[in-house]
């Protein structure tokens, strides 16, 4: 089935699993994995952008004890 470009539902599911299997095997789990709340997400999203995974998840239970709410975060002061 492969050949004409097409995969077998049965083998996408199991190709699918693979690769997240594969995928928390090599980067782990971290904090923001399954969350609820988009504003944990957007957190870790963010420092992200400008550092390590392993990096974010030292902080990122810091940054939400401190900053609990995106209200919090928006009134605090830029050089914290």
Same mark, same amino acid.
């Given at each position: 089935?492969?050949? !004409?470009?097409?995969? &077998?539902?049965?083998?996408?599911?199991?190709?699918? /699993? +693979?690769?997240?299997?594969? $995928?928390?095997? =090599? =980067? $782990?789990?971290? *904090?923001?994995?399954?969350?609820?709340? &988009? =504003?944990? @997400?957007?957190? +870790?999203?963010?420092?992200?952008?400008?550092?390590?995974?392993? +990096? @974010?998840?030292?902080?990122?239970? /810091? @940054?939400?004890?401190?900053? &609990?709410?995106?209200? !919090?975060? +928006?009134? *605090? !002061? &830029?050089?914290?």
């Amino acid at each position: 089935a492969i050949r !004409d470009g097409t995969l &077998p539902a049965e083998d996408l599911t199991t190709l699918s /699993k +693979a690769l997240i299997d594969q $995928g928390l095997a =090599y =980067y $782990g789990t971290f *904090a923001w994995h399954g969350a609820k709340e &988009p =504003y944990s @997400v957007f957190i +870790a999203e963010y420092f992200l952008r400008r550092t390590t995974r392993t +990096a @974010v998840a030292r902080v990122h239970e /810091k @940054v939400l004890e401190r900053f &609990p709410t995106l209200e !919090d975060l +928006a009134a *605090a !002061d &830029p050089e914290e």
